[in-house]
């Protein structure tokens, strides 16, 4: 997947052919399949500041629906969402607010183009708010999330594990294996946080991850495992 430069080019004046269809298209000559969009992570989108939703990215998303291409989004960033955890926190204070506007527009955006082919990383860091979560993923079938390695998301997943698995266990088709693929070269990274997901959906341990989060295993059942992984017998434990 790659990403199209809506940053550093201004948006209403842009050069022929740097139109972000005419981006995307020798993208996919090059040899890429998919769209990477970083423009709703909190400081891409403070630095850009124009919303997903807006006219000017029209012909981008009906582009996109009309072809089916996939998207990856990173919407929104790894912030608490409770209340009493952002009193006197003044960073969270702030930024508690703007991560909600990415979220609003980023709905904004699938009322427009509700067939989107889009998956939201990380779990759409709602892990702590997973019956949000199943209202957009009941209401826009095209839309998946992925288990990219957040631990504390893994960690708001694990306060409640019940309600996890039934939620893993309904979605399986629509929740990718995720792996941060700016990582997933790097040995010390496979070793450490590949295995810790792997051990947090097979069994049920508890555990503290290197970065200090606690996690409550889910140990999903055979069925789901195989939805999750390609080979699931292949996949370290």
């Known amino acids: 997947h790659a990403g199209v430069d809506l940053i550093e080019i201004p948006l209403d004046n842009m050069p022929k052919g740097m139109n972000a269809v005419d981006q995307y298209k020798e993208l996919m000559e090059i040899g890429f399949d998919g769209i990477k969009l970083i423009e709703t992570k909190p400081n891409a989108y403070e630095k850009i500041g124009t919303k997903i939703s807006g006219e000017i990215y029209d012909d981008f998303f009906n582009y996109l629906e009309e072809e089916q291409i996939h998207i990856i989004c990173h919407a929104t ?76 998301e893994l960690h708001y997943l694990s306060e409640t594990p019940e309600e996890t698995r039934a939620f893993f266990k309904k979605y399986a088709d ?32 508890r555990f503290t991850t290197k970065w200090g989060n606690k996690l409550v295993g889910v140990k999903l059942d055979r069925e789901t495992l195989e939805k999750a992984y390609e080979d699931p017998e292949a996949y370290p434990n």
């Open 174 to 205: 629509r929740i990718m294996l995720g792996t941060d693929d700016k990582n997933a070269f790097h040995e010390e990274y496979k070793k450490v946080q590949l295995a810790m997901l792997d051990r947090w959906l097979r069994s049920p341990d």
């Open 77 to 152: 960033d790894q912030i608490t969402h409770r209340a009493e955890r952002r009193v006197g926190n003044e960073f969270l204070e702030k930024k508690y607010p703007l991560c909600e506007e990415i979220y609003a527009d980023c709905l904004a955006r699938l009322e427009k183009n509700p067939n989107l082919k889009i998956t939201f990383a990380h779990f759409f860091f709602m892990g702590e708010e997973l019956s949000r979560l199943s209202e957009i993923l009941d209401k826009y079938p095209n839309v998946n999330v992925d288990t990219t390695p957040a631990e504390r």
